[in-house]
């Protein structure tokens, strides 16, 4: 059963359609990752059931495929279906994964399966089996319709009327995560009188910072080797409460997704799938990732674990100066001297570090049961 669906309309294939034993949810987006979960796990077992017997969840980096197998075999109890979340599945060895070929094959009817990641390897067997057997929901960041509806849509569950230069305002947020532009309607929902409409200047009072303050700001800022810009839009952002290392995983996220854009270009790739992941019009996109030099992104990866480890604690100098420094350095100017034209040399090149992660506002979940 090769089917896929879009996150935002899967409570609607689920009324049509009813749950399935076998789902793969995937994509960039955290909150839709989550949120499809959550719609799955309803759907399976009731929105007030008592799930501790029937759900589990696992993560790919600390458990065995044995273990989810397992589980997945076991009879629900006192319901008609049990719900296995496995997470984190990019990170399953091949051979691993390929202990599961099997379960999609012929997946227990009684249970329902969600398989969950950032994004699948294509190219390994088990995930061409999961994707002939499961239902596909689809997690890709919003483009910029999309996100435009969805902000108004959840304002609207909120209560809240808002301005449409307020909902541009809160897109930038959306750059970001839409975790973040929930948090920023709540705030909204709290802050504002109900009998009167969100306004610009209330979302710009609640995010405590002005606009073109978002990392995709900082980001611009960066490429343009504006270290001015980027140094104004660090200091509003600490200022704000914004911790270091949540701005140098912000960072960290923003240049991954940068290199993989750089990367799927070269391969013959469209500037579309470009486009929608970095919510910009298609004709910006190779310019706006030639501002970032091969060799600048084959050197940065060293300075954000050098940055990472004087942030935390290997390192006496203060956390924004240690800021500041990654900041000259990425728009070429010398750490040392902020009034300086001389760039920075290039570190010798290094493999970019497979422990970099974004920051995330989705919560860490254990086993349950």
Avoid at 136 to 142: E, F, G, Y
Avoid at 212 to 233: K, P, Q, T
Avoid at 271 to 283: C, F, K, N, Q
């Amino acid at each position: 059963m090769s089917a896929s669906v879009m996150s935002l309309e899967l409570p609607q294939s689920l009324a049509r359609s009813g749950v399935m034993p076998l789902y793969a949810v995937v994509g960039e987006e955290d909150y839709l990752r989550d949120q499809s979960v959550a719609a799955l796990r309803a759907a399976a077992l009731g929105p007030a059931a008592d799930t501790g017997f029937n759900y589990d969840i696992f993560h790919g980096d600390d458990c065995s495929v044995e273990d989810v197998l397992a589980c997945a075999a076991e009879i629900p109890v006192f319901a008609e279906r049990r719900v296995v979340v496995y997470k984190s599945v990019e990170k399953l060895p091949a051979r691993e994964g390929e202990k599961l070929l099997s379960y999609f094959a012929a997946p227990n009817d009684t249970t329902t399966l969600i398989v969950v990641g950032v994004k699948m390897d294509g190219r390994m067997k088990w995930t061409q089996a999961l994707t002939k057997g499961a239902v596909t929901v689809n997690c890709a960041p919003l483009r910029d319709a999309q996100l435009s509806a969805w902000i108004r849509q959840e304002a609207a569950a909120l209560g809240v009327r808002i301005h449409e230069e307020a909902t541009q305002l809160l897109k930038e947020v959306g750059s970001e995560s839409l975790y973040a532009v929930k948090r920023e309607l709540e705030k909204l929902a709290a802050y504002v009188p109900p009998d009167r409409t969100v306004q610009p200047a209330d979302v710009e009072a609640l995010r405590g910072t002005e606009s073109g303050a978002s990392v995709f700001d900082l980001m611009n800022a960066i490429g343009a080797h504006d270290h001015g810009r980027a140094l104004r839009i660090l200091a509003r952002n600490l200022e704000n409460g914004e911790a270091p290392l949540r701005i140098l995983g912000a960072l960290v996220w923003q240049y991954r997704r940068l290199w993989k854009m750089k990367e799927q270009l070269k391969a013959g790739g469209r500037e579309g799938e470009a486009a929608r992941t970095l919510r910009m019009d298609p004709s910006r996109v190779r310019g706006f990732l030639a501002q970032f030099s091969d060799v600048q992104l084959t050197h940065t990866f060293r300075w954000f674990l050098e940055t990472d480890s004087k942030l935390k604690g290997g390192s006496g100098s203060a956390p924004v100066r240690v800021m500041e420094d990654l900041l000259f350095r990425l728009c070429g100017q010398p750490a040392q001297s902020a009034s300086s034209a001389a760039r920075v040399q290039p570190a010798p090149p290094v493999p970019r570090p497979s422990g970099s992660r974004p920051v995330s506002n989705v919560r860490t979940v254990t086993r349950k049961r």
